[in-house]
């Protein structure tokens, strides 16, 4: 079988699980055999099942957006642990490391259109997934991006240090909103501004010729979506993926 796609299930085994933030964790798998993965796309999401035998797991089948910088060695999923959630929380709680998983290959359609173009990448809470994904990739080739991120406070904030890095190294600009900052996080320091992602600051610190790429709640994408519409970004430049099954 061509390992550049694979037919059906293949089976990865978990090798990592981090702790990202407040119920956020990466899983980090490898094939089972030892083969090669398929590079996904950044921005694609891995399509999986638990393999076990447990008939309320069996065949259920859940999409996780892949975070990490594309390869062929390891896949990187990152779960917020959703209260009630089927299969978030069997993964935060019963998936250990050398049990499996049995993925389908990596799809998806939300990938960067014109590596050209400026970009914006916006993410909300989990959604910073595949724009963490793109950015790792983008940022290694040019810096016309701007990464905006919008989490709760310091404690649910996925990411930081790593995004930090690359905005540092690459000069590549970072705005960071909480919504809800706790005592200690300190506006101008840890984070950018409070409240949400809005019109004022669109207008004034980001290109709206750009390209945007939106992933978060709906609710928090409605809002960004009509703000670009209402600046007059033409709804062709405006991309995001939803998180609903
Ligand atoms: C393309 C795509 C990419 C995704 N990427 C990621 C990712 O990178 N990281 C990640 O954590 N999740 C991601 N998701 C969401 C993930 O696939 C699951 O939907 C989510 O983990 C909930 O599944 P569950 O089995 O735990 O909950 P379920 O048992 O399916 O649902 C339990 C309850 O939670 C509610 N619920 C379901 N999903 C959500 C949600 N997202 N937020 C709030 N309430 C919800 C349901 O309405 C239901 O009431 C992605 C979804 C899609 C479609």
């Not at 090798?15 to 407040?22: A, G």
């Not at 638990?50 to 996780?64: E, F, G, L, S």
């Not at 190294?169 to 970072?174: D, F, P, S, V």
């Amino acid at each position: 079988m061509n390992n550049r796609n694979w037919d059906g299930f293949k089976e990865l085994v978990l090798v990592d699980k981090i702790e990202v933030c407040t119920d956020i964790i990466s899983f980090y798998f490898k094939s089972k055999d030892g083969s090669k993965l398929v590079k996904h796309k950044a921005g694609q999401f891995l399509p999986f099942k638990i393999k076990t035998n447990d008939p309320k797991y069996k065949d259920v089948i859940r999409t996780y957006s892949l975070s990490m910088f594309p390869n062929e060695d390891i896949y990187r999923i990152s779960v917020k642990k959703i209260n009630g959630g089927l299969i978030s929380t069997y993964l935060h709680e019963n998936l250990n490391i050398g049990d499996s998983i049995e993925a389908m290959v990596p799809t998806g359609l939300f990938t960067i259109k014109n590596k050209n173009n400026d970009t914006v990448l916006i993410s909300g809470g989990i959604g910073i997934t595949p724009l963490l994904s793109m950015l790792y990739e983008e940022s290694a080739i040019r810096n016309n991006i701007h990464f905006i991120q919008a989490v709760q406070n310091s404690k649910m904030h996925p990411f930081k240090d790593d995004i930090e890095n690359i905005a540092k190294l690459k000069n590549i600009e970072n705005t960071v909103f909480y919504s809800d900052p706790l005592s200690e996080d300190v506006e101008g320091v840890d984070y950018d501004y409070t409240g949400y992602v809005n019109k004022d600051f669109l207008k004034d610190n980001v290109n709206l010729n750009s390209d945007f790429y939106l992933c978060g709640p709906p609710p928090f994408m409605k809002a960004v979506e009509s703000i670009l519409l209402e600046l007059g970004v033409d709804n062709s430049k405006i991309n995001y993926e939803l998180f609903s099954n």
